[in-house]
T-cell receptor
């Protein structure tokens, strides 16, 4: 089927507003990851979901960031009270199994601009 | 603190030239991956190396994992404009679970 999809593709918001980003992983993939990528830079790990296990939230930069995943399907990343430094591309990836050697398949990302 | 440093940060070359991109760390990785990312898209996996000293070839691309599993290199022979993109290395730290630590990235431009 289709690859990882993300929506919206672009989001412009005002400082202080909340935003919600959506990720639809590849069907059957048990692991789902969120990353942040600032302009021209590498990816910064945010959070990881694996099946029904407790998510690894160690990369979330502040308590304004949260994410949820329903079973092995859609995930949403929520940023509350957005700040200008939150402007970045937010990438979602999924993999069939959990494991450091597993191939992660990335979505096209959501470009967030906080004015 | 950036665990994985890539060099060079930017590289602009002519078609047909060879190039090498380096990915260095003071940490030991159980495996290391290389990705290429084009504008407006997510990264796409090129290769995974898991054994110290391992060399993998993918057409004109040669990937090497350092003996101590702290560094890696990507060599491109006879670069083509289609090789243009952001190259990212990413490593799984020993005992770090499933998280990948990404490098700082190398932006490659190959001109005609």
């Amino acid at each position: 089927g289709a690859g990882v999809s993300q929506s919206p593709s672009n989001k412009v918001t005002e400082k202080g507003k909340d935003v919600e980003l959506r990720c639809d992983p590849i069907s059957g993939h048990t692991a789902l990851y969120w990353y942040r990528q600032r302009l021209g830079q590498g990816l910064e790990f945010l959070i990881y979901f694996q099946g029904n296990s407790a998510p690894d939230k160690s990369g979330l930069p502040s308590d304004r960031f949260s994410a949820e995943r329903t079973g092995e399907s859609v995930s949403t990343l929520t940023i509350q009270r957005t700040q200008q430094e939150d402007s970045a591309v937010y990438l979602c990836a999924s993999s069939l199994l959990a494991g450091e050697r597993e191939t992660q398949y990335f979505g096209p990302g959501t470009r967030l601009l906080v004015l | 603190t950036q665990l994985l440093e890539q060099s060079p940060q930017f590289l602009s070359i002519q078609e047909g030239e060879n190039l090498t991109v380096y990915c260095n760390s003071s940490s030991v990785f159980s495996s290391l991956q290389w990705y290429r990312q084009e504008p407006g898209e997510g990264p796409v996996l090129l290769v995974t190396v898991v054994t110290g000293g391992e060399v993998k070839k993918l057409k004109r691309l040669t990937f090497q994992f350092g003996d101590a599993r702290k560094d890696s290199s990507l060599h491109i022979t006879a670069a083509q404009p289609g090789d243009t993109g952001l190259y990212l290395c990413a490593g799984a730290l020993t005992g770090g679970g499933n998280k990948l630590t990404f490098g700082t990235g190398t932006q490659l431009k190959v001109e005609l």
